[in-house]
């Protein structure tokens, strides 16, 4: 079992900048894959940013030039910065890991964007 804990979540002004953590515990040697997801209300969970653990990093569309993925493998921990923020880029941001093929989910931490 690997258990996800996100923090740094917030209310931002839109343009303003946050910087998401996430810190792996329990069995997480060996943890391939990490990255965010977001949901806002009433729409599906979507990606925002992977990290593989030899450092290959995918974004999504929305978020290329304004977000940064980045990890920190002796001390398993992701994070995402996040600038210039739109009122678009507000929802409940969770952390996932893969490991072995299993897949984990954080609890999630809200970014409320204001405008």
């Known amino acids: 079992q690997v258990q996800l804990v996100e923090s740094g979540g917030g209310l931002v002004q839109a343009g303003g900048s946050l910087r998401l953590s996430c810190a792996a515990s329990?069995?997480?040697?060996?943890?391939?894959?990490m990255g965010w997801y977001r949901q806002a209300p009433g729409k599906q969970r979507e990606l925002v940013a992977r990290?593989?653990?030899?450092?290959?990093?995918t974004y999504a569309d929305s978020v290329k030039g304004r977000f940064i993925i980045s990890r920190d493998n002796v001390k398993n921990m992701v994070y995402l910065e996040m600038n210039s923020l739109k009122s678009e880029d507000a929802g409940v941001y969770y952390c996932?890991?893969?490991?072995?093929?299993?897949?984990?989910w954080g609890q999630g931490t809200q970014v409320t964007v204001s405008s």
């Open positions: 329990g069995s997480s040697n060996s943890i391939d894959l």
């Open positions: 990290i593989s653990s030899g450092g290959s990093i």
């Open positions: 996932t890991a893969g490991r072995r093929g299993l897949y984990y």
